[in-house]
């Protein structure tokens, strides 16, 4: 599946030929040759978010959300099902060519690729991995088509790092939960038809004692607070989800009692290697606008970029981002070869997560006063690329992933 996958995202993003060209040889043999599938996933995702999503990067912030045309075409160009099989409406074509995917749209809009992370990892994963066929169906299908929008919320407003203490609880009541709490900075809920809720079903037990629920926005008892104000991504509200007295069947617990902590790290692993990639993307976008501003300023009778100290400066970003690049695409080449990647994931969002809003503050640096007014991309892609140090695992927590990881296998 993973090939015939591979070639059908490659139809999407191509129009047919292309992809039957290169998949086929002479004989009529499949015959792929990956660095150039990868390279024509890269180009069509580049042309997309040149032509689809760069021209609203703008307007999607001022919105607070990313229109529906534009999500239906991401739908359509399976963007949301990257990492989801064929058989749930993905197209299964790996972490590799997810990467990619995330890289080239984060280049034109971070909040954009909110959309895209959550069906691919966040939410998707958990469905796809320990649903049951219902579920699947019920949940997983409508959302890589584009028709249903769901959220994972596992943080609460004092458990973030500590994620296992967990004060929403879930008390069974014959065959229902009756669940309490209140979950915090939840992205899109309120876009959201449903959200995977993590909840303590025994307190006593920490991380082995949460439970997931799939619990649907029109439950009674569910709402959804203010959108956040936020310094960056406002293309993507964020709100609390509230609780109160929320009834639900025990058929809508995902994956098995008290289990569910072991599945949000797992789920983690996978999310934390495609913030990376994003934070590739960030980090492109900078460059970008770095290389351009410095090439046509001039100070001091001279291009900005003629001046030794600003190339020492674009030599340095420029290192720190191939250094990331080779983090992620090893991190995901391990993924699709089925790889236990957590420390991998981790040191890969730890390092590409610091170095983008390393190159974000110099390329804001090297546009001077300009930088700083709103008139320019850089002063929009510096505020993005902070939260990327936050969330999905603050930079501290992956240190301590890294760390117990390290520890374990030496
Ligand atoms: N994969 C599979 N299982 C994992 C795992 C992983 N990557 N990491 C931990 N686990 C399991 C452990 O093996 C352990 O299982 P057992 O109880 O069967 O032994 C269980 O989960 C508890 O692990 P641990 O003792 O390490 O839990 P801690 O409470 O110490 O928490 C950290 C560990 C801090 C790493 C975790 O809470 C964390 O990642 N916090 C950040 C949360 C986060 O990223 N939030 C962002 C939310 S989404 S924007």
Redesign the pocket.
Known sequence: TYLSGAEYLLRQFTGGDAAADICRDGKGERKVIESEKYRLIRRAVREFAKQEVAPLAESIEETGRIPKELYRKMAQNQYFGVTIPEEYGGCGAGYVAMAIVMEELARASVSATLYVTSPNT?LGLPILNYGTEEQKEKYLVPVMKGEKEGT?A??EPSA??????QNTIARKDGDYYIINGRKA?I?AAPLCDFAVVFAATDVSL???GITAFIIERDTPGYSVGQPERKMGVNGSPTADIILENVKVHKSQILGEEGKA??M???T??S??LVVAAQCLGIAEAAMKEAVGYVRQRRQFGGALSEFQGIQFMLADMETKLCCARALIYDAAEKKDAGM?I?KEAAAAKYFASEMCNEIAAKALQLHGAYGYMKDYPIERIFRDARVTTI????SQ?LQ??IA?QVLKGR
């Open positions: 966040l994972f596992l943080t973030g790092s500590d994620a296992a203490t900075f992205t920490g991380a082995r902590f072991q949000a790290m797992k983690l692993d999310g934390r236990n957590t969330y999905e695992g603050t927590i301590t992933v117990k």
